[in-house]
């Protein structure tokens, strides 16, 4: 397990190496001016010599090359730089808002991977079932819907026609401090609108892994010596069906993070999405930078963990194959 760990974090550096020389020059070729960004409307009188002084200050006249490697260089030595669009450290403002959408986000798997789970195994129990069908056949139609409609379409339902839930939001406007109740009552809607968008997923896997395993030899046998139903779903298929899962747990993730960006979007969640809004639109480099680099590394972790969960759960793998 330590040699696997070594080598994928070996193996992380040149990637986190071109993902954050990728964003500087995607942001390079952007045509919005990071000065005007800056400055917003108090640029529109200013003359040229103000203008260039405040390009200087903020190193646009810069080629990307060099704008990357001197942030590189800063964020080896802990420092990510200073966000010029949020006015204040890029640790800061990460700090600030990730434990928000680390919160919604593990709140909106353990649903996911739960309520997909018990509809996969309902499913595969009895295959073309009116059951099966059902379950199959919503799974699909999820799929297919965009997070942003299915958000918008909760907002009206449960916030507007039915007034059972905020609209967004951490807290009321009335609220004088954030309390556990109140973030509990407003992560509900977003938690399961994101939820909802990996349902299916996990759904369709754990319906196709256990009715699989239920056609195995050694379950039909276990149906032979008498066992109960449940002893053979539970004991023998499920274990089994389950594996395919541990895998799509880690390809799920970047998924995860980019509906994550759209639901926080929507329900106005004071997470990185809004922070990374404004990053891209007003050329933030060391934020984006910053940003795009934490879910690169979430996504390589997502994938570490997906396969030292399979390696271990399945003794046909051995870790030092992965």
């Known amino acids: 397990m330590g040699r696997l760990v070594g080598r994928r974090a070996l193996s992380a550096v040149p990637v986190l190496l071109v993902v954050t020389f990728g ?36 190193g646009a006249d810069d080629p990307f090359a060099v704008r990357w490697w ?8 802990g420092d990510l730089g200073h966000s010029s669009v949020m006015r204040q ?30 509809a996969g195994v309902l499913a595969a129990r009895r295959p073309g ?12 139609s999820i799929e297919a819907a965009p997070v942003f409609w299915v ?18 939001g951490l807290t009321d406007t009335s609220a004088e401090r954030v309390t ?8 509900i809607l977003p938690a399961g609108v994101l939820a909802l968008a990996q349902v299916p997923w996990f759904a369709l896997y754990v319906r196709q892994g256990v009715a699989d395993a239920l056609a195995e030899d050694p ?24 594996l395919p899962v541990l895998t799509l747990i880690g390809s799920r993730v970047p998924e995860l993070i980019t509906g994550a960006l759209l639901v926080e979007s929507v329900f106005s969640w004071p997470g990185i999405a809004a922070a990374t809004v404004e990053a891209a639109t007003s050329v933030d480099f060391p934020l984006l930078a910053a940003l795009t680099t934490l879910a690169t590394v979430a996504v390589l972790v997502g994938n ?8 271990l759960t399945d003794p046909r793998v051995k870790l030092s194959e992965l």
């Open 219 to 242: 379950v039909r046998g276990a149906r032979a010596r008498g066992l109960s139903e449940r002893t053979v779903l539970l004991g023998h298929a499920l274990r089994s069906g389950l």
């Open 151 to 168: 958000a918008l379409l909760a907002i009206w339902l449960f916030a507007l026609q039915w007034d059972l839930l905020p609209a967004g």
């Open 180 to 187: 556990a109740g109140q973030v509990l009552s407003h992560v």
């Open 23 to 58: 964003v500087f020059a995607l942001a390079a070729a952007s045509p919005f001016d990071p000065v005007k960004a800056f400055g917003g409307t108090a640029v529109l009188g200013a003359d040229q010599e103000t203008l260039d002084r405040l390009r200087a200050n903020l």
């Open 129 to 140: 079932s009116w059951l099966d069908r059902a379950v199959t056949s919503l799974a699909y």
């Open 304 to 311: 570490l963990l997906a396969d030292l969960l399979y390696g």
């Open 89 to 118: 450290p890029v640790t800061e403002v990460i700090g600030e808002r990730l434990v928000w959408s680390t919160l919604l986000c593990t709140v909106a798997f353990g649903i996911a991977v739960l309520v997909g789970t018990l």
């Open 70 to 77: 001197d942030w590189l260089t800063r964020a080896a030595a």
